[in-house]
């Protein structure tokens, strides 16, 4: 028997209430299309009985599916499902349904313990349809029921094992949905005569912007008119309502094709409202980072790169040592750690797995732990001792650009919060929003270079100093919407190997801005050109010496140094944006790769 390993970036979408269900759960999947998935279902009590429809493919599907039936159920559980292993089938997608047919479950997340759970049912005689872990959870809820759903699941809850998020539903308690978070996301929609459950906002915001994020170890008890938030011991809790500031026109692609063009050229404001909060040099933080012996960032992917470029500021100004760590290798590498240091997480959903749980551990040996976040409320801004939240609003794009920049905005004002020169280097930061809105007004320029080259099959991308971390950014926006091989590479390094990959075949995007290592840049585009590559050189204006030197060059507005990161990114990121058009690819939801990484 093969082993199915279930990704938990699936999406979850529950309603109980006065109004057709199967409507909200609809929309709301539809909202939660962006993280990608294979196969979508719904559950809904209809006339006391449990009415399930799933289909393999896109949400339209299901509709197709449901197309005629007249349903109107209040109260239902949607979920869109994504497997990396193992078969996309029906049977394997959500919702799950028990041995007496009367509850339906929809869980996202890894029962680790599964294979023992099923052990156990089938000795009991339970019949397991499918391959997935999450019916062991919905056949364990109905034998623990005793009159009570609330109590079914506490009950069950203490014999699950791994990370988890799910909402259940039964035809013998209809108007109710029982809930649980650990280790994957959920976030409680609060209405009138209505209450909703989802994965994630999006899905929520067309029906209330009142929500409460649950934390790891809470279950929530769902019916029309009230919701009860308990911890896994049943003790009832106290949890604030948040009011999300995100309109849903933002959550929209207002007119572009893809959600990424339209979070590109977003960045002009989202890098605005980012700075705003940060121009008080007073109000950043209580404590100095010169407070702290050393400064650990963790992060992943994007996040990572933000944080390389943000090592070299916060060094700048603060002369406190940098370490900059991916948050899956630093999570068991027993680095030495303690109440001298500060954790900076960054992190743009918050909820990434390896981050949270990276930064956790060193808070736990007294390191004190502060996070970038964009997603307020999220788990990591939640567990953090301080947040500095980037308000860049939603990115639905898998692929990370608005908050890519408006991490470093974050990075940057905290470097110089409490510098001398605080106020001057804010003022150039100040003016970083009107500059990006300069590079974009180029974009066609960028869009024939894509043209031109979309269909190499190898690049190489080179960068130094603050610019290096540019590159790593800019390669892996190539690798994860156009799936081309991209290799971003310090430009100095080259020669001690990857230098070999250098063909004519082999386009090199070289970022060259007039900094203090612009000779050396240009030392490397020339032995990249003397093996016949072709060279894109990222520059500024008027650099007649690099238009010379390049095959090609984008030009960028002359800027401080420590502005460059912000302007040389932007060219890199449409150049990938183009090319994944160009060839046809689904931009906004890559094969393969999910808006947020909750599993290890
Ligand atoms: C790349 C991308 C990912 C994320 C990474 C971390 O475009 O989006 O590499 O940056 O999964 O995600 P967050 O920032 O949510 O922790």
């Not at 989202?270 to 109000?283: A, E, H």
């Not at 939603?394 to 470097?415: H, R």
Request: glycine share 8%; with cysteine.
């Amino acid at each position: 028997m093969f082993s199915l390993i279930i990704l938990t970036m699936c999406g979850i979408v529950g309603y109980v209430g006065t109004s057709p269900a199967l409507i909200v759960l609809l929309e709301g999947l539809e909202r939660l299309e962006y993280r990608g998935y294979d196969s979508a279902g719904v559950a809904l009590i209809e006339n006391g009985r449990l009415h399930v429809d799933k289909k393999v493919g896109k949400i339209r599907e299901l509709v197709r599916s449901l197309w005629g039936k007249e349903l109107k159920a209040m109260t239902g559980i949607g979920h869109t499902r994504w497997a990396t292993h193992g078969e996309v089938c029906e049977l394997n997608a959500h919702p799950h349904t028990s041995c007496s047919g009367d509850f339906a479950l929809v869980h996202n997340g890894i029962v680790e313990n599964y294979r023992e759970l099923k052990q156990k049912l089938e000795s009991l005689g339970i019949e397991y349809k499918s391959q997935t872990d999450t019916e062991a959870i919905v056949h364990l809820i109905d034998l623990n029921y005793e009159g009570d759903l609330l109590k079914a699941v506490l009950k069950t809850i203490k014999s699950l094992k791994g990370a988890y998020a799910f909402a259940v539903i039964s035809t013998r308690e209809p108007n109710r949905i029982v809930a649980v978070r650990y280790g994957s996301p959920l976030v409680v929609g609060v209405g009138k005569n209505e209450n909703f459950i989802a994965s994630d906002i999006p899905a929520l915001l067309p029906f209330t912007r009142e929500v409460i994020p649950l934390d790891d170890g809470e279950v929530v008890d769902l019916r029309p008119d009230g919701l009860f938030i308990y911890d896994f011991e049943g003790n009832l809790l106290t949890k604030e309502v948040m009011h999300v500031p995100w309109d849903i026109i933002s959550a929209e692609k207002g007119g572009f094709k893809h959600f990424m063009l339209k979070e590109i050229f977003e960045q002009p404001r989202t890098l605005g409202d980012t700075i705003r909060g940060y121009i008080s040099r007073d109000i950043i933080l209580p404590f100095s980072l010169r407070d702290f012996r050393r400064v650990v960032v963790v992060a992943c992917g994007t996040s990572y790169h933000a944080g390389l470029v943000g090592k070299y500021w916060i060094e700048k100004y603060t002369r406190v040592p940098v370490e900059v760590a991916y948050a899956s290798e630093i999570r068991y590498a027993d680095m030495p750690v303690g109440e001298n240091d500060l954790v900076l997480a960054i992190s743009q959903s918050g909820e990434t797995a390896d981050t949270r749980f990276s930064a956790l551990a060193m808070k736990e040996k007294g390191a004190t732990l502060l996070s970038i976040v964009n997603v307020m409320g999220s788990a990591l801004d939640r567990e953090s001792d301080h947040t500095l939240y980037t308000h860049a609003g939603p990115e639905i794009g898998v692929a990370a650009t608005k908050t890519f920049t408006a991490q470093m905005a974050v990075l940057f004002a905290l470097s110089v919060n409490q510098s001398e020169s605080a106020q001057e280097k804010m003022e150039n930061l100040l003016k970083v929003p009107h500059l990006v809105e300069e590079v974009l007004s180029k974009s066609e320029k960028v869009k024939e270079l894509a043209l031109k080259y979309a269909n190499s099959t190898d690049f190489l991308y080179l960068g130094r100093f603050l610019n290096y971390p540019i590159a790593l950014e800019g390669a892996l926006k190539l690798k994860e919407i156009s799936y081309i091989h991209a290799e971003g590479y310090p430009a100095g390094e080259m020669k001690h190997g990857p230098i070999a990959l250098i063909d004519e075949k082999t386009p090199t995007v070289a970022l060259a801005p007039r900094d203090r290592v612009y000779e050396k840049m240009l030392s490397n585009i020339e032995e990249v050109l003397a093996r016949k590559g072709k060279v894109i050189g990222v520059g500024f204006e008027g650099d007649e010496t690099l238009r010379k030197v390049c095959t090609h060059t984008i030009e960028i507005p002359q800027v401080d140094e420590d502005m460059t990161p912000f302007l040389t990114i932007l060219p890199l990121q449409l150049f990938a944006y183009y090319i994944a058009d160009y060839l046809g690819l689904d931009v906004d939801q890559p094969r393969n790769l999910a808006k947020t990484v909750t599993v290890e």
